[in-house]
């Protein structure tokens, strides 16, 4: 097991998102809204993981996540190479974030 699928180990996907923030300097306070809104996104869906499922969302599949998520706003669908959990919070956030739900995805 990596580091960061450790479950004593759930704030690396805190750090890995803050991280994004540095690596980008100064953004709008529009985007800062949006980055704030998918943070707690994340955090729930990652606890609601492991509540529910006994599941650990990791830093990996998070960072997988951002990918979807970009591929889904510009194609409308989520990629097919993606697991449940990943496709999970990529639908949570274009719901909640950007208002959209897919009809192509099966709920998870």
Not at 29 to 53: C, H, I, Q, W
Request: contains cysteine; hydrophobic residues 40%; proline residues 2%.
């Amino acid at each position: 097991m990596q580091k960061d699928e450790c479950p004593d180990n759930q704030d690396n996907i805190r750090h890995f998102l803050a991280d994004i923030l540095k690596q980008h300097g100064e953004i709008s306070s529009e985007a800062m809204r949006v980055f704030g809104k998918l943070v707690r996104l994340t955090l729930s869906y990652r606890d609601r993981l492991n509540a529910e499922r006994n599941e650990t969302l990791t830093v990996d599949e998070t960072r997988r996540g951002l990918d979807a998520y970009m591929a889904a706003l510009s194609a409308g669908k989520i990629p097919d190479e993606y697991n449940d959990k990943i496709k999970g919070l990529v639908i949570l956030w274009l719901k909640e974030i950007n208002g959209i739900t897919l009809l192509n995805v099966d709920r998870l």
